[in-house]
């Protein structure tokens, strides 16, 4: 099942292309790594997915719909900075995303946030940037979702934090469902990834499974990586 496709897509601003006739099929069941440098279009693509913005030309399909109200039923989201209501503790948090969400599991939260010891009594404004992080993957892998959609989830934070993290996609993720995995950090991520995306400049230049990448190249994705883009 695919559950993720772009055709031709492409995205402008004013005089500057960030995305140029981007063409990807992602099927159900995959962790995928969009990997690229800085600038290389990687959240322009995830914002297009979620309808928060629009394409100049091309087509974008989330299970078969056009970003908008049905697909937002679909795609769960992080975005690459926490966007909890600041004066929510914890448990209202997962009061809102339960309201919110028909596919929120309040049970995973709430083991998931009792794993980790949060706070649930103390407002997001009084956490620690690592906490509020943490707390906002804890909500987005909590709903059932078919695309999670994670943009840059491990940027800035300590390496058991990545450790959880990444085992915390691994183990909540959907068998039926798709992980997209914005990322710079390819070593951190590798492990857990079933295909790699590589983005530059708006175009795609690679989408293999990494197995195919460590065979072909005899060296592994991020080796690979550091070879493809040492020039940008």
Same mark, same amino acid.
């Given at each position: 099942?695919?559950?993720?496709?772009?055709?031709?897509l492409t995205k402008r601003f004013g005089g /500057?292309?960030?995305?140029? /006739? !981007? /063409?990807?099929?992602?099927?159900?069941?995959k962790v995928?790594?969009?990997l690229g440098p800085n600038g290389s279009?990687?959240?322009?693509?995830?914002?297009?997915? /979620?309808?928060?913005?629009?394409?100049?030309?091309?087509e974008l399909l989330v299970c078969g719909c056009r970003p908008?109200?049905?697909?937002?039923?679909? !795609?769960?989201y992080l975005p690459d900075r926490p966007c909890l209501p600041e004066w929510m503790t914890a448990s209202q948090v997962m009061d809102f995303y339960g309201d919110f969400y028909a596919d929120?599991?309040?049970a995973r939260a709430e083991e998931m946030t009792e794993q980790l010891a949060l706070p649930k009594t103390i407002r997001v404004s009084q956490m620690s940037k690592g906490t509020k992080e943490k707390l906002q993957l804890i909500m987005v892998m909590s709903r059932r979702a078919k695309l999670y959609l994670l943009d840059e989830p491990i940027g800035g934070v300590d390496p058991a934090t990545r450790d959880y993290i990444l085992n915390t996609i691994i183990r909540n993720y959907e068998s039926d469902a798709t992980v997209i995995i914005s990322t710079h950090l390819i070593s951190e991520v590798e492990s857990i990834l079933d295909d790699a995306i590589f983005i530059a400049n708006g175009k795609v230049l690679l989408h293999k499974s990494v197995d195919d990448i460590r065979a072909e190249h005899g060296k592994s994705v991020d080796a690979y990586f550091r070879e493809v883009f040492r020039c940008y």
């Open positions: 099942m695919t559950t993720f496709e772009c055709r031709g /500057n292309t960030a995305l140029d /006739n !981007v /063409n990807i099929t992602a099927e159900a069941g995928i790594g969009l279009g990687k959240t322009t693509l995830i914002k297009l997915s /979620n309808g928060l913005l629009a394409p100049t030309s091309g908008g109200k049905e697909s937002k039923k679909l !795609v769960s929120f599991d309040r």
